[in-house]
């Protein structure tokens, strides 16, 4: 079967700013993405399964070495845990973990089991944690009773993390996710800025109706509509994570976190009613000892004069980060014999060449 490309591949340049090294959110120094994909056919009862988990590791050591965080909510029918501390003291010190609506608490538990395991002296000596974890709803293709995602697949996803290449479309957590009435799932693209620091996206999509469907600002989703499902798709979400290894403060990274719903708009989505538009935006670039005693810490922070470019940048990552999980998306049917399909590449390009 052919490989499906990534929007770069199809000679689509969405921006100014070169790419790192692998256009994903893990050319950032020390950040690792895992995935761990749960598929059953099982109809009756609560299946199938066509669901996941995907977690992001900020850093080697989370727990004591934590970072800068902020969070923007553009339409709030969708949840984030953790995002409440996050807002008051600007920092995560867990692993970020997607996955499907009803299995939130079951991710927060296996964050906590991973926590547990590699820090005995949480919750004993030194603080408890409160896990970030972003859902989306996948019950068109899974079935959400089952609550499919175990303790066990956080774990693996966790162990299975890396740094380099990331797998998009249908897998860990975007696995039932759709975009736009197509297969969606995980996107991932990054950029250099300011020749020294590297941003990078990852989302999970799951949203937008056909005809709103924007390829660099080309309208070509009205053009694409027999691949339509046969039933109505909810309106959806997106989970949107931003990280940068640009020193930037919380509040900075909280003007960052909204530029996501430029990129998000470049796309074509309005946010609907009942959809969960949320992103998150983290920094690499200063690490805050857990334990630290001093009065005052020395902290560093990029000049607002030149946050525009990481503006830009960022706005383009998310937009390249929702065209790859749709082009890298390949074709699942799941509970009730829903089927989401998959872009038509050779289609849509030549649709877009006649834009």
């Given at each position: 079967?052919e490989?499906?490309?990534?929007?770069?591949?199809?000679?689509?340049?969405?921006?100014?700013?070169?790419?790192?090294?692998?256009?994903?959110?893990?050319?950032?120094?020390?950040?690792?993405?895992?995935?761990?994909?749960?598929?059953?056919?099982?109809?009756?009862?609560?299946?199938?399964?066509?669901?996941?988990?995907?977690?992001?590791?900020?850093n080697?050591?989370?727990?004591?070495?934590?970072?800068?965080?902020?969070?923007?909510?553009?339409?709030?029918?969708?949840?984030?845990?953790?995002?409440?501390?996050?807002?008051?003291?600007?920092?995560?010190?867990?692993?970020?973990?997607?996955?499907?609506?009803?299995?939130?608490?079951?991710?927060?538990?296996?964050?906590?089991?991973?926590?547990?395991?590699?820090?005995?002296e949480?919750?004993?000596?030194?603080?408890?944690?409160?896990?970030?974890?972003?859902?989306c709803?996948?019950?068109?293709?899974?079935?959400?009773?089952?609550?499919?995602?175990?303790?066990?697949?956080?774990?693996?996803?966790?162990?299975?993390?890396?740094?380099?290449?990331?797998?998009?479309?249908?897998?860990?957590?975007?696995?039932?996710?759709?975009?736009?009435?197509?297969?969606?799932?995980?996107?991932?693209?990054?950029?250099?800025?300011?020749?020294?620091?590297?941003?990078?996206?990852l989302?999970?999509?799951?949203?937008?109706?056909?005809r709103?469907?924007?390829?660099?600002?080309?309208?070509?989703?009205?053009?694409?509509?027999e691949?339509?499902?046969?039933?109505?798709?909810?309106?959806?979400?997106?989970?949107?994570?931003?990280?940068?290894?640009?020193?930037?403060?919380?509040?900075?990274?909280?003007?960052?976190?909204k530029?996501?719903?430029?990129?998000?708009?470049?796309?074509?989505?309005?946010?609907?009613?009942?959809?969960?538009?949320?992103?998150?935006?983290?920094?690499?670039?200063?690490?805050?000892k857990?334990?630290?005693?001093?009065?005052?810490?020395?902290?560093?922070?990029?000049?607002?004069?030149?946050?525009?470019?990481?503006?830009?940048?960022a706005?383009?990552?998310?937009?390249?980060?929702?065209?790859?999980?749709?082009?890298?998306?390949?074709?699942?049917?799941?509970?009730?014999?829903?089927t989401?399909?998959?872009?038509?590449?050779?289609?849509?390009?030549?649709?877009?060449?006649?834009?």
């Open positions: 079967m490989e499906r490309k990534r929007v770069s591949e199809l000679g689509i340049k969405i921006g100014r700013f070169p790419t790192g090294l692998n256009n994903a959110i893990t050319d950032i120094p020390g950040v690792k993405v895992g995935h761990e994909t749960v598929i059953t056919d099982i109809q009756e009862g609560q299946g199938p399964a066509r669901t996941g988990v995907t977690v992001i590791l900020p080697e050591d989370i727990y004591n070495q934590r970072i800068f965080a902020n969070s923007h909510v553009i339409n709030g029918a969708g949840e984030m845990t953790g995002m409440v501390q996050m807002k008051e003291w600007g920092i995560i010190e867990t692993p970020i973990a997607l996955t499907n609506s009803m299995n939130v608490g079951i991710v927060s538990d296996g964050i906590i089991e991973y926590m547990t395991q590699r820090y005995p949480l919750g004993e000596t030194e603080d408890i944690v409160l896990p970030i974890v972003a859902e709803d996948d019950s068109f293709l899974n079935n959400p009773r089952g609550r499919h995602v175990k303790q066990e697949h956080v774990l693996s996803a966790i162990r299975k993390a890396t740094s380099g290449k990331v797998e998009e479309g249908s897998v860990g957590s975007g696995t039932g996710m759709s975009c736009f009435e197509f297969k969606g799932g995980i996107g991932t693209s990054s950029r250099v800025i300011l020749d020294q620091y590297t941003i990078g996206t989302v999970m999509t799951n949203f937008g109706k056909r709103d469907f924007l390829l660099n600002g080309a309208s070509v989703g009205e053009q694409l509509l691949y339509m499902p046969k039933s109505h798709v909810p309106e959806g979400s997106i989970i949107i994570v931003i990280g940068t290894n640009a020193p930037l403060l919380p509040h900075q990274l909280g003007r960052l976190a530029r996501a719903a430029l990129g998000l708009g470049k796309v074509g989505s309005k946010a609907y009613h009942g959809s969960g538009e949320i992103s998150l935006a983290f920094s690499t670039g200063n690490h805050l857990r334990g630290e005693d001093s009065e005052v810490l020395n902290l560093i922070m990029l000049n607002d004069q030149f946050l525009n470019d990481l503006f830009e940048a706005i383009d990552c998310v937009e390249e980060s929702i065209l790859n999980a749709i082009f890298k998306a390949k074709t699942v049917s799941g509970r009730n014999g829903n989401l399909y998959e872009i038509p590449i050779a289609k849509i390009m030549k649709t877009f060449a006649t834009r």
